[in-house]
RNA sequence: GCCAGUGUGGCGGAAUUGGUAGACGCGGCGGAUUCAAAAUCCGCUUCUUUCACGAGAGUGUGGGUUCGAGUCCCUCCACUGGUACCA
């Protein structure tokens, strides 16, 4: 396509000068702008912590070898247009950006090649850095911050040293420093006391079965396997008992639950994370095992069917097997748990339709009736959730009822299905039957009576249980942060905070061990702290860095805080009652609903009850960008063949038509597909504006003398002339009113994220504009304002121009919209009859509506679908139409 | 299966509280300009029917509420995302 204006030589040059003149530098409590900055001149001196905050925070990105890709700088505009209205409109604005720099990627790299992960790192991050700046997006660079960088890491580690030694309390709901944790009065040794203590920390040592994925070679947390394989790289993952580091987040179960409601995030992402969390309410009700001093605990929602539980079932992982299990059952019962165990969780999943088991030859005791209920195992019961057994009702559950159909075991009907619908197999609410007590009761309050009766007789209680599990986290990787921990006789110990940070050692072979040890575990020097006292070999995950980033960037620089009080304060929006409490707006992809966010929400509300931030949530506003597909409707992939690379579009449309089009192709959260004549479009529409302003004869001498001699381009440049159409008239009254339904549909647009109506609203006043024969300078500098947040560099170069000035119009006030210049003195009403339009009559707006009735009965077009019928009714609706009602 | 979301021209999408469906852009058609082409500028472009004026249909399906429904209620269908022996 033709060039339609010479962006290769105003982008660049633009970009620079924001960059040179800290343009968009934000400022902290107590720092001021240079005299002559912009924020200066818009502020005057006024004191940052007095001018309300903005923070508007993207994702950060994992700094892949392949760059960027498009839907990157999908959520990076929004946010962009954003946080340049914000200052347009006298925030201060803080827009920062940094790299999610450990990860997978560059270690395998590291274990191809040999080359140390840094090296990569820093590659990709320096492409991807070279990219962003290219799109002019409007960072605050001295507040980049790089995840693997000692200087942010011993930050992390010392977060985590904060989570060491902390316990969650029960009473307050609150993580409090460990000091405060009383020792129950039979303790009484030192390694009882530490034990008691390592059992209580928010960051703990556990055995449990894991996660464990042979080909990444390193365990995994829940979160991050789908369907029994890993999330990265689709491999088959096991469960496998192991030594980890865990992190208590279940003890948040609840807060993270309910203060969802106090935040402004999407239903749908919201949803995501209740059902992670997975709250149920229930009871615990206790069996006693037939003839043995043994009891079984289950969980259930349905106590109310404890009447219709014919056997029960426990996973083949609990221990209570050994003690209740028959002699002649003992061979077939091992059979099958050595089975099950040897099964991945894939397998487990796939085998799901048919289902399996085992009798263990003991009986346990309905606590209701005392009826007999053979106690199995089954490897549908799964050792993680409740208590690792169930009570089964397979009248009124489907996998018991499978099960019981399998094995021919009683099933008993203890709900009555509401009308129409099969009692056996109902598993929704109705009215209890065959179940003496609770007979005719409505499921609820049958609930309710049985736990009041299992509680009175000490057989049970109200319980809530949650899905979430604690968060696994420790990785048998090289690149990522070193725990700052040691062991010494088989116990572990903080290291102090003076010890941070705690650099990885220096490898070439970045593969795990020979005896399976992770890779820090060859650096045997740098293990050995002295005689008796090893390194912890383990590594945080890649989550770790991203928990927190959005606090460092408060305070990137600071040496001995992860972040300085009054910073904190400040952008997290406890120092003015105007403000939101915490990151104003966060805009990234769905792929984290429910682990980064998740897992950052845990740390910030620990940190908070810490005293070290202040808002209770770390994001207040979030939305999800969609996704952007290939131009083929498809996921965009490199074996399709459908990627987009932006470097590619950078260079035939420029930095400008590439945002705009981002934003123009539909709404921000929605997926939609690439094409790139939209492109075209959008480069067209900055073609006739760019137009508009520039004077036909300079740009053709421009054309030919920089065809000629492209090396002069910038002293060309400034030989362009603002057009002889572009004057400084009084605008007239249909021009203001253009204007001014330009200035308030973008405004509005714009508080609404709604950039894609926003840009059609600009084209809609270029298309008017292009038509008048004499432009008014003013209406066109206002105008320019209005686009500058979707496309800064002609705006600002148009501008410089047509107000024959330099520097920066980044901190100029945005128009303000006037409802005067939208008065009409006549308008359109569309005459309906029977709700099918007929005509349309041009009125005076202050007509009354008996006047109006009158005008639409006498159009002709009204009469002739109105002439064989009776006119029953007129509704008039002011401003809008007329509709007759005839029949 | 369950939970959430989305279905509007050839395509991406507009329609803010129930009030003129299809803004804006792409694509297509026609014209101006040009030796010619590109670029640019102007016009038309939901479908059916009609020479035309017009008429009829139309927002996934079927129904309902209303003077009036893309918008509200119910049924079903399709697609997308999440989740899945969670008792």
Same mark, same amino acid.
């Given at each position: 396509?033709?060039?339609?204006?010479?962006?290769?030589?105003?982008?660049?040059?633009?970009?620079e000068?924001?960059?040179?003149?800290?343009?968009f530098r934000?400022?902290?409590p107590?720092e001021?702008?240079?005299?002559?900055?912009?924020?200066?001149?818009?502020?005057?001196?006024?004191?940052?912590?007095?001018?309300p905050k903005y923070?508007?925070?993207d994702m950060?990105?994992?700094?892949?070898?392949?760059?960027l890709?498009?839907?990157?700088?999908?959520?990076?505009?929004?946010?962009?247009?954003?946080?340049?209205y914000?200052?347009?409109?006298?925030?201060?604005?803080?827009?920062?950006?940094?790299?999610d720099?450990?990860?997978?990627?560059?270690?395998?790299?590291?274990?191809?090649?040999?080359?140390?992960p840094?090296?990569?790192?820093?590659?990709?991050?320096?492409n991807?850095?070279?990219?962003i700046q290219?799109?002019?997006?409007?960072?605050?660079?001295s507040?980049?911050?790089?995840?693997?960088?000692?200087?942010?890491?011993?930050?992390?580690?010392?977060?985590?040293l904060?989570?060491?030694?902390?316990?969650?309390?029960?009473?307050?709901?609150?993580?409090?420093?460990i000091?405060?944790?009383?020792?129950?009065?039979?303790?009484?040794?030192?390694?009882?006391k530490?034990?008691?203590?390592d059992?209580?920390?928010?960051?703990y040592?556990?055995?449990?079965?894991?996660?464990?994925?042979?080909?990444?070679?390193?365990?995994?947390?829940?979160?991050?396997?789908k369907?029994?394989?890993?999330?990265?790289?689709?491999f088959?993952?096991?469960?496998?008992?192991?030594?980890?580091?865990?992190?208590?987040?279940?003890?948040?179960?609840?807060?993270?639950?309910?203060?969802?409601?106090?935040?402004e995030?999407?239903?749908?992402?919201?949803?995501?994370?209740r059902?992670?969390?997975?709250?149920?309410?229930?009871?615990?009700?206790?069996?006693?095992?037939?003839g043995?001093?043994?009891?079984?605990?289950?969980?259930?929602?349905?106590?109310?069917t404890?009447?219709?539980?014919?056997?029960?079932?426990?996973?083949?992982?609990?221990?209570?097997?050994?003690?209740?299990?028959?002699?002649?059952?003992?061979l077939e019962v091992?059979?099958?748990?050595?089975?099950?165990?040897?099964?991945?969780?894939?397998?487990?999943?796939?085998?799901?339709?048919e289902k399996?088991?085992?009798? &263990?030859?003991?009986?346990? /005791?309905? =606590?209701v009736?005392g009826?007999?209920? +053979?106690?199995?195992?089954?490897d549908?019961? @799964? !050792?993680?959730y409740?208590?690792?057994a169930?009570?089964?009702?397979?009248?009124?559950?489907?996998?018991?009822?499978?099960?019981?159909?399998?094995?021919?075991?009683p099933?008993?009907?203890?709900?009555?299905?509401?009308k129409?619908?099969?009692?056996?197999?109902?598993?929704?609410e109705?009215?209890?039957?065959?179940?003496?007590?609770?007979?005719?009761?409505?499921t609820?309050?049958?609930?309710?009576?049985i736990?009041?009766?299992?509680e009175?007789?000490?057989l049970?209680?109200?319980?809530?249980?949650?899905k979430?599990?604690?968060?696994?986290?420790?990785?048998?990787?090289y690149?990522?942060?070193?725990?700052?921990?040691?062991?010494?006789?088989?116990?572990?110990?903080?290291?102090d905070? &003076?010890?941070?940070?705690? /650099?990885? =050692?220096?490898?070439?072979?970045?593969? +795990?061990?020979?005896?399976?040890?992770?890779? @820090? !575990?060859?650096?045997?020097e740098?293990?050995?702290v002295e005689?008796?006292?090893?390194?912890?070999?383990?590594?945080?995950?890649?989550?770790?860095?991203?928990?927190?980033?959005?606090?460092?960037?408060?305070?990137?620089?600071?040496?001995?805080?992860?972040v300085?009080?009054?910073?904190?304060?400040?952008?997290?929006?406890?120092?003015?009652?105007?403000?939101?409490?915490?990151?104003?707006?966060?805009?990234?992809?769905?792929?984290?609903?429910?682990?980064?966010?998740?897992?950052?929400?845990?740390?910030?509300?620990?940190?908070?009850?810490?005293?070290?931030?202040?808002?209770?949530?770390?994001?207040?506003?979030l939305?999800?960008q969609?996704?952007?597909?290939?131009?083929?409707?498809?996921?965009?992939?490199?074996?399709?063949?459908?990627?987009?690379?932006?470097?590619?579009?950078?260079?035939?449309?420029?930095?400008?038509? @590439?945002?705009?089009?981002?934003?123009?192709?539909?709404?921000?959260?929605?997926?939609?597909?690439?094409?790139?004549?939209?492109?075209?479009?959008?480069y067209?529409?900055?073609?006739?504006?760019?137009?508009?302003f520039?004077?036909e004869?300079?740009?053709k001498t421009?054309?030919?003398?920089?065809?000629?001699?492209?090396?002069?381009g910038s002293?060309?440049?400034?030989e362009?002339?603002?057009?002889?159409?572009?004057?400084d008239?009084?605008?007239?009254?249909?021009?203001?009113?253009?204007?001014?339904?330009?200035?308030?549909?973008?405004?509005?647009?714009?508080?609404?994220?709604?950039?894609?109506?926003?840009?059609?609203?600009l084209?809609?006043?270029?298309?008017e504009?292009?038509?008048?024969?004499?432009?008014?300078?003013?209406?066109?500098?206002?105008f320019?304002?209005?686009?500058?947040?979707?496309?800064?560099?002609?705006a600002?170069?148009?501008?410089?121009?047509?107000?024959?000035?330099?520097?920066?119009?980044?901190?100029?006030?945005?128009?303000?919209?006037?409802?005067?210049?939208?008065?009409?003195?006549?308008?359109?009403m569309?005459?309906?009859?029977?709700?099918?339009?007929?005509?349309?009559?041009?009125?005076p707006?202050?007509?009354?509506s008996?006047?109006?009735?009158?005008?639409?009965?006498?159009s002709?077009?009204v009469?002739?679908?109105?002439?064989?019928?009776?006119?029953?009714?007129?509704?008039?609706?002011s401003?809008?139409?007329?509709?007759?009602?005839a029949?």
């Open positions: 396509m033709r060039r339609q204006y010479p962006f290769q030589l105003f982008e660049p040059k633009w970009q000068l924001w960059h040179n003149g800290e343009i934000s400022w902290n107590g001021s702008a240079p005299a002559g900055h912009p924020f200066r001149k818009r502020h005057q001196s006024a004191a940052p912590e007095r001018i923070y508007i925070l950060f990105p994992y700094p892949s070898g392949a760059g890709h498009v839907g990157h700088p999908e959520g990076y505009t929004a946010t962009d247009i954003l946080a340049r914000k200052r347009m409109r006298g925030f201060n604005v803080l827009h920062p950006m940094g790299w720099a450990f990860g997978l990627p560059a270690e395998q790299y590291a274990i191809k090649t040999g080359q140390h840094r090296i990569t790192t820093e590659a990709n991050v320096a991807f850095k070279r990219q290219s799109l002019g997006f409007s960072y605050d660079w507040r980049e911050v790089d995840t693997t960088d000692p200087q942010y890491f011993r930050w992390t580690q010392w977060i985590f904060q989570l060491y030694n902390s316990w969650f309390n029960p009473e307050t709901s609150k993580a409090e420093p000091e405060t944790l009383d020792y129950p009065a039979d303790i009484s040794t030192e390694e009882q530490r034990s008691w203590l059992s209580h920390r928010l960051a040592v556990s055995e449990a079965p894991v996660n464990w994925c042979p080909e990444l070679g390193t365990v995994l947390a829940n979160e991050e396997v369907d029994g394989v890993s999330e990265v790289g689709g088959p993952v096991v469960r496998r008992p192991m030594r980890q580091w865990m992190l208590r987040i279940t003890a948040y179960s609840q807060r993270l639950l309910d203060d969802l409601d106090a935040i995030w999407s239903d749908s992402l919201k949803e995501m994370q059902n992670w969390i997975g709250r149920s309410e229930g009871a615990e009700v206790i069996f006693k095992v037939k043995l001093d043994a009891e079984i605990a289950v969980f259930t929602t349905r106590p109310d404890l009447f219709g539980a014919t056997y029960m079932v426990v996973s083949p992982e609990s221990d209570l097997i050994d003690v209740i299990v028959k002699d002649e059952n003992l091992q059979t099958y748990q050595a089975e099950s165990s040897k099964k991945s969780d894939l397998e487990r999943t796939d085998l799901a339709k399996s088991g085992v009798f &263990t030859g003991a009986y346990a /005791l309905n =606590p009736n009826r007999l209920l +053979p106690i199995w195992t089954a549908y019961v @799964l !050792a993680g409740g208590t690792g169930i009570m089964a009702v397979p009248a009124h559950d489907l996998r018991d009822l499978e099960f019981a159909e399998k094995f021919e075991l099933i008993e009907v203890v709900v009555q299905a509401p129409g619908e099969e009692s056996l197999g109902f598993s929704g109705g009215f209890a039957v065959n179940s003496d007590f609770l007979d005719g009761l409505p609820l309050e049958a609930k309710s009576r736990i009041d009766w299992l009175e007789k000490e049970g209680a109200r319980t809530i249980n949650f979430l599990r604690d968060w696994l986290f420790s990785r048998q990787r690149w990522g942060e070193p725990f700052p921990i040691v062991w010494d006789d088989g116990g572990h110990n903080a290291l905070e &003076t010890d941070l940070p705690v /650099l990885p =050692p220096d490898l070439t072979d970045f593969k +795990p061990t020979g005896s399976g040890d992770p890779p @820090l !575990a060859r650096a045997q740098w293990c050995q005689e008796g006292v090893v390194r912890e070999v383990n590594t945080m995950p890649q989550w770790a860095g991203s928990c927190w980033y959005y606090l460092r960037y408060l305070d990137a620089t600071n040496g001995r805080k992860f300085g009080e009054s910073a904190e304060k400040y952008w997290m929006g406890t120092s003015n009652d105007e403000a939101t409490p915490g990151v104003d707006l966060y805009v990234g992809g769905t792929e984290h609903a429910v682990l980064h966010l998740l897992y950052a929400r845990f740390w910030h509300k620990a940190l908070f009850d810490l005293g070290y931030v202040s808002s209770p949530e770390p994001f207040y506003k939305v999800n969609g996704l952007i597909l290939g131009e083929d409707g498809q996921k965009m992939s490199k074996s399709r063949g459908n990627v987009v690379n932006p470097d590619d579009i950078l260079d035939e449309f420029g930095a400008d038509a @590439l945002r705009l089009y981002e934003m123009f192709m539909g709404p921000l959260e929605m997926v939609k597909p690439w094409n790139t004549k939209g492109v075209e479009g959008v067209r529409f900055l073609g006739r504006v760019w137009r508009m520039i004077d004869k300079t740009e421009f054309e030919q003398q920089f065809t000629l001699s492209p090396e002069k002293e060309l440049l400034a362009l002339k603002i057009s002889v159409d572009v004057v008239i009084d605008p007239t009254q249909e021009q203001m009113k253009v204007l001014h339904t330009c200035i308030k549909k973008v405004t509005e647009d714009m508080e609404n994220l709604r950039f894609n109506t926003a840009i059609s609203a084209m809609v006043f270029v298309n504009a292009s038509s008048w024969d004499l432009r008014p300078l003013s209406v066109m500098k206002d320019l304002l209005l686009l500058v947040p979707f496309a800064p560099h002609i600002e170069e148009l501008y410089s121009k047509a107000n024959n000035q330099e520097g920066s119009i980044a901190y100029y006030p945005w128009p303000i919209f006037d409802e005067k210049h939208l008065v009409e003195t006549s308008i359109e569309a005459v309906q009859v029977n709700g099918k339009v007929r005509d349309r009559l041009q009125v707006t202050d007509i009354d008996i006047k109006i009735e009158e005008l639409a009965l006498n002709e077009n009469k002739r679908h109105i002439e064989e019928k009776k006119v029953k009714k007129v509704i008039v609706i401003g809008k139409l007329v509709n007759i009602v029949v």
